[in-house]
Nanobody
Framework: QLTLVESGGGSVQPGGSLRLSCIASPFTLDHYTIGWFRQAPGKEREGVSCLSDNGVDTNYAESVKGRFTISRDNADKNTAYLQMNNLKPEDTAIYYC??????????????????????WGQGTQVTVSS
């Protein structure tokens, strides 16, 4: 069973940057579609970004386009990243990564209903405040 562990969250001032990591085990991520999602207090989980299993095609929520970048380590293939620049207070949330084999990364970055091969991470807190 795939397991995902996020790290890299923290507290930053507006305009700052963070890089989140999502480490997979015991499988590598090279055949998985990968996504990052977030949930703010009192709100539903929403899609932030996703990366198709080809490792090339990406989609982003409108609110983060131009500021966030999703990527996958193509060397060891077991780590995905979310580089977050120019952070805003409204980016404050718990960030989760997810991966699955039978999941299409599309422009809506919809929260997926993962199959038996998929997994969610436990989440990492990101707080943007002055």
């Amino acid at each position: 069973q795939l397991t995902l562990v996020e790290s890299g969250g923290g507290s930053v001032q507006p305009g700052g940057s963070l890089r989140l990591s999502c480490i997979a085990s015991p499988f590598t991520l090279d055949h998985y579609t990968i996504g990052w999602f977030r949930q703010a207090p009192g709100k539903e989980r929403e899609g932030v970004s996703c990366l198709s299993d080809n490792g090339v095609d990406t989609n982003y929520a409108e609110s983060v386009k131009g500021r966030f970048t999703i990527s996958r380590d193509n060397a060891d293939k077991n780590t995905a990243y979310l580089q977050m620049n120019n952070l805003k207070p409204e980016d404050t949330a718990i960030y989760y990564c997810a991966a699955d084999l039978l999941w299409s990364c599309d422009a809506t970055v919809a929260v997926p209903d993962l199959g038996h091969a998929g997994a969610w991470g436990q989440g990492t807190q990101v707080t943007v405040s002055s």
